[in-house]
Structures are given as structure tokens and as C-alpha cells.
């Protein structure tokens, strides 16, 4: 990495990958809990660390590249936490669900960056009238400049308000694991509450109707739930996914909610 990015010293190479271990493990536990894997948040730390510490030398390439490799981990866990889930429903071996993410890992390591190249030098990659604009490389980077100037262009009163939540997430988590069964039950959980502020709202609303939908089926036939909540919740899941194809369609007409519409009997003729 120093060799191709070389404001990125070897030493911060050696930095991510003391502190990746930690954080791909939080990765994967939340991706366990809500099925999201939140990789560029935790890309972000890295972001931001890194630009601080190079400074204006260099420091948008090493945090840019640095947040790369940061997330490179963090995702590989949560990956590897989405197989051993598939893995435990469809009763297969533990071990053989290991060794493929291994070989699969070790192939991307070759294949990613060959598909990289080959659309670099196909398609004009990053210009606004290209078809891969890359917007997030632009988010991305204005965020890495942000590491090096400082925080002192953000909202008056962020930081503090990012400090406040982060403790009161740590408290939450105390609060859950020292207390008795019977209460810990009805403490929120913070990674599975933050998975909405970061995604929209739409995505609590969702959870929300279907832990209702669960928690009604658990009382009426609480085996067919242990059974079929999870194949249920998939089709639920892919619907919702269907609807962004009819909605792209809508948008490119123009046609933007709200939108009223009245269903009659037909008229006999």
C-alpha cells in the first residue's frame, strides 16, 4: 500500500490493522442483528483518523486509501457473519462455510482489482456525463478534506451531539448487559436502533410492521414462526426491493406522491 499510495506510511497500514479486528467484530455482530452491514461507516473512522494524522501533505490520498483498506475488513466480517447465517438455515457444515469465504477472499484479491482496471480503461469512470459517475468517490473525498482542515466547517454543536450519542450508546449496551433477564429484555438494543437514522426512516417503519406481524404470529402458532419468519421476512424483503423498479418508473415520468387513486365497479355496457 505505501508503495502505491506513498503518503500512506507503512505505519498506518500497520495502525488499521491493529484496530480492523475490533471493529470488523462490531461489524459483524450488527450485521448479525439487523442484516445491514454498516462497512463505510467504520471506513469513515479510518477516513478521518488517517487525514487528521497526515495533515495537508498528502492526507486525503492516505485517508482515502486508508478508509479503502479499513473497509475491506469490516466487510469481509460481515460477509463472513451473512454465511454462517445462510449456513445455519440451510443445516450446513460450519467449517466448509469458512474455508469457501477464505477462497473466495483470496480470488478477489485478484479478480476485484482486474475488474477494476478493465472498467478504468473501458469507460470514463468519474466524469459527470459518464455512466459511472462515481458520486461516492466525490462524498468520499469531500469528507477527506473535511479530516484535514478540521471540524470546524460542520453544524454548530455536531461533535458534541456525536459525543453525547456515542456515550449514551455505551451506557445502553452496560445498562442491557448488567441487568437482570427480565428487564434487559425490554432495553433497546443501540446498533439495531442506529441502523435507521443511517439508512431513513423507511427502514424503521419496515421493522417495525413486521416485528408486529412476528409478534402476533408468535402467539397464534408460535412453531410455524420459529419455522417460517425468516422465508417469510425474505419475501417481504424482495418485494420491497421489487417495488424500486415500478417507482423508477414513476419518477421518470414525474409523477411524485402523493397520488390519488379511486377503484370502482366497472360499468356493464
Not at 462497512?39 to 492526507?59: H, N, P, Q, W
Not at 454465511?83 to 485478484?110: E, H, N, P, R, W
Not at 423508477?248 to 409523477?255: G, M, T
Amino acid at each position: 500500500m505505501p508503495n502505491i499510495f506513498p503518503p500512506l506510511k507503512w505505519y498506518l497500514v500497520l495502525l488499521i490493522y491493529i484496530f480492523a479486528p475490533a471493529l470488523a467484530f462490531c461489524n459483524s455482530y450488527g450485521t448479525g442483528l439487523t442484516d445491514w452491514s454498516l462497512a463505510s461507516t467504520y471506513g469513515k473512522i479510518g477516513l478521518f483518523t488517517i487525514a487528521s494524522l497526515v495533515g495537508s501533505e498528502g492526507g486525503v490520498i492516505a485517508a482515502l486509501a486508508g478508509c479503502g483498506v479499513m473497509m475491506s475488513i469490516v466487510s469481509t466480517a460481515a460477509d463472513l457473519m451473512q454465511d454462517f447465517k445462510t449456513g445455519y438455515l440451510t443445516l450446513s457444515s460450519a467449517k466448509s462455510m469458512f474455508i469457501s469465504q477464505v477462497v473466495g477472499t483470496a480470488m478477489g484479491c485478484v479478480i476485484a482489482p482486474l475488474t477494476f482496471f478493465m472498467f478504468w480503461n473501458a469507460f470514463d469512470i468519474g466524469s459527470p456525463g459518464s455512466p459511472y459517475k462515481a458520486p461516492y468517490a466525490i462524498i468520499f473525498r469531500e469528507m477527506a478534506i473535511l479530516g484535514v482542515q478540521g471540524f470546524s466547517e460542520l453544524p454548530k454543536h455536531c461533535m458534541a451531539m456525536c459525543c453525547g450519542f456515542f456515550v449514551a450508546a455505551v451506557a445502553i449496551n452496560l445498562a442491557r448487559d448488567l441487568a437482570p433477564p427480565k428487564v434487559s429484555h425490554f432495553i433497546p438494543i443501540p446498533m439495531a436502533m442506529a441502523v435507521p437514522f443511517y439508512v431513513g426512516a423507511y427502514f424503521g417503519i419496515d421493522m417495525f410492521v413486521g416485528t408486529v406481524i412476528l409478534f402476533v404470529w408468535e402467539r397464534i402458532n408460535r412453531k410455524d414462526a420459529d419455522d417460517y419468519a425468516a422465508a417469510v421476512a425474505s419475501g417481504l424483503i424482495c418485494g420491497d426491493g421489487i417495488w424500486t423498479i415500478p417507482s423508477a418508473v414513476l419518477s421518470i415520468f414525474k409523477i411524485n406522491p402523493p397520488i390519488c387513486m379511486y377503484f370502482g365497479p366497472s360499468l356493464a355496457t
